[in-house]
C-alpha cells in the first residue's frame, strides 16, 4: 500500500479565475467553485502500493497557538496561548538559540487568512498532508479551533490535505513545568468507552467526509498517539480490539471503505506520565493496526547531554526504523524530526533539559534525502513520512519561518521532493 502524490490546485484556478496569492487569501469560496467529493477524495491514480508511487510528506501540527480556547483561559487567563512560552524563553548557555521568533509574528492560527498562508507555504513547498493533534478527553473537546476555525474554513483548504492523531495522553501543568516535582494531572487520556464512541461518530460526522480528509487507498487516515490510554479505557486487548472493529463498522455504514487505522509507538517517554510499551508488536499485531509511525525522534534516540549532535539522533532514530520494520508486522511510516528544546516549557530560572544541537537546515534537508532514497529502494511498505513538526514552538521543533533561518527547513522540504 502507498498513498500518491498530487499536484493540488487552488479552488480559484478551478473555477478559471487569474487571482493573485493576495486576492486567493481574502477569497470567499461559493460551493458551485469547489469540486465534489469523488475529485478530491485521494481514490484516483496508482494505489499505494504500486512501484513507482510517489511519496507522501505528512506533517503533524499542534494547535495551541491561539486565544480563546475555554480550558487555557480557565488555566492561565484571559487570551493565553502557547505564544507566551515561546516569547518567555531565554537563552540558557552561551550560543543557545532562544527565544525562538516566528516571522509572521505571533498569529492567531484558528484565523482563517493565517491558516490560509500556512496552507499555502506548506502546499508550495511539497507537504501533501497536515496531521492535527487531536484532542478529546470525557468532558469535551480541546485545543480544536485551528483546525474547526482556521484550516477547515480557510479559502485555499482544498491545496492541502488533513487527518487526525488522537492526543489521548495525559494532559499535564507543564506550561511552564517547575522541576522536580511531578507535574499536575489536569486532564486525563484514559477515556470511558462512551465517550471513545463518541469520538467515533464525530470524527466519521464531522472531518472524514470533507473533501480535504486525507486517505490511504481511498480509506480515511486515523491515528493513535497513546496506545496505553487507549487500552486502559476499555481494560483488555479484546474489548479494545473490538471496539476499533464497531469504529471501522461505522465509517463503512457512512460510506467509506473501511479505515486507515494508525498507532504511534515509542520507546523513549518525553512528557510526563508517558508509558512505554512492554510488547508494543504484539499489542499492535493484536489490536489490528493498518501502520505504525513515530511522533518524534527522540521517542527512540536518546540525549544523553546538554547539546546531542543532530545526526547522532538521526542515526540512533534510524537504527530505531530497521528494528520497527522488523518488529511489526504492519507497515512503519518513518518520521523525520526538525529539532528538539524543550526549553520554553520550563520556567527560566531552571535551567533547561537536554536538547538537539546542530540542526540546521542543511542537515535536515539530509535527514529527508536519506528517508526518500530508503522509502524508495523497499519493495513493500507505505510510501509516506511524515514530520515533526509543522508548529512545535515550545518543543524547538518546527518548519514555519523564524527569524533565524526564514524559510530555509521548508525549502528543504521541496528541493528533497518537489519535481
Not at 43 to 57: F, H, M, Q, R
Not at 226 to 232: D, F, I, M, V
Request: charge should be neutral.
Amino acid at each position: 500500500m502507498r498513498t500518491t502524490r498530487r499536484k493540488f490546485v487552488s479552488a480559484a484556478s478551478l473555477c478559471g479565475l487569474a487571482l493573485t496569492g493576495r486576492q486567493l487569501l481574502s477569497l470567499e469560496l461559493s460551493p458551485s467553485c469547489l469540486p465534489s467529493l469523488p475529485e478530491m477524495s485521494g481514490l484516483g491514480g496508482k494505489s499505494a502500493d504500486e512501484p513507482g508511487a510517489p511519496i507522501t510528506v505528512a506533517a503533524y501540527y499542534f494547535g495551541n497557538f491561539h486565544p480563546g480556547d475555554a480550558r487555557n483561559e480557565k488555566l492561565k487567563g484571559k487570551g493565553w496561548s502557547e505564544w507566551e512560552l515561546v516569547k518567555a524563553a531565554k537563552p540558557q548557555f552561551p550560543g543557545h538559540q532562544q527565544p525562538k521568533t516566528p516571522l509572521w509574528g505571533y498569529v492567531d492560527e484558528s484565523d482563517p487568512q493565517v491558516m490560509a498562508r500556512k496552507i499555502a507555504a506548506a502546499a508550495d513547498n511539497h507537504i501533501d498532508t497536515f496531521i492535527f493533534d487531536w484532542y478529546y478527553y470525557d468532558d469535551g473537546p480541546f485545543l480544536q479551533a485551528a483546525l474547526d476555525q482556521g484550516f477547515l474554513k480557510a479559502p485555499n483548504c482544498d491545496r492541502l490535505k488533513f487527518a487526525l492523531i488522537w492526543a489521548n495522553h495525559d494532559w499535564v501543568d507543564i506550561h511552564p513545568y517547575r522541576r522536580p516535582a511531578a507535574p499536575k494531572l489536569l486532564f486525563p487520556g484514559k477515556v470511558t468507552p462512551q465517550t471513545f464512541d463518541k469520538v467515533c461518530d464525530q470524527v466519521i460526522e464531522n472531518y472524514f467526509s470533507h473533501k480535504s480528509y486525507w486517505r490511504v487507498d481511498g480509506k480515511p487516515y486515523f491515528s493513535f498517539y497513546e496506545l496505553t490510554n487507549l487500552l486502559a479505557g476499555f481494560g483488555t486487548v479484546e474489548t479494545t480490539r473490538d471496539a476499533l472493529e464497531k469504529f471501522r463498522t461505522k465509517a463503512v455504514s457512512a460510506g467509506f471503505p473501511g479505515l486507515h487505522l494508525n498507532a504511534v509507538v515509542w520507546g523513549k517517554p518525553i512528557l510526563p506520565l508517558e508509558k512505554a510499551l512492554t510488547d508494543p508488536a504484539k499489542l499492535v499485531q493484536d489490536l489490528g493496526f493498518d501502520s505504525v509511525t513515530s511522533y518524534v525522534w527522540i521517542h527512540h534516540a536518546k540525549l544523553p547531554t546538554q547539546q546531542t549532535d543532530y545526526n547522532a539522533v538521526r542515526d540512533q532514530y534510524f537504527a530505531y526504523w530497521t528494528k520497527a520494520e522488523a518488529m511489526f508486522k504492519a507497515p512503519y511510516i518513518p518520521n523525520v524530526t526538525v529539532g528538539w528544546d524543550g526549553t520554553p516549557r520550563l520556567y527560566q530560572d531552571m535551567g533547561f533539559g537536554n536538547i538537539i544541537s546542530g540542526n540546521t537546515p542543511e542537515r535536515f534537508r539530509e535527514a529527508l534525502l536519506q528517508t526518500k532514497r530508503r522509502l524508495l529502494a523497499e519493495k513493500d511498505g507505505l510510501r509516506i513520512l511524515n514530520i515533526n513538526a509543522w508548529n512545535e514552538w515550545t518543543e524547538g521543533s518546527y518548519l514555519e519561518p523564524d527569524t533565524v533561518h526564514g524559510m530555509k527547513y521548508l525549502e528543504a522540504i521541496r528541493d528533497v521532493f518537489g519535481p
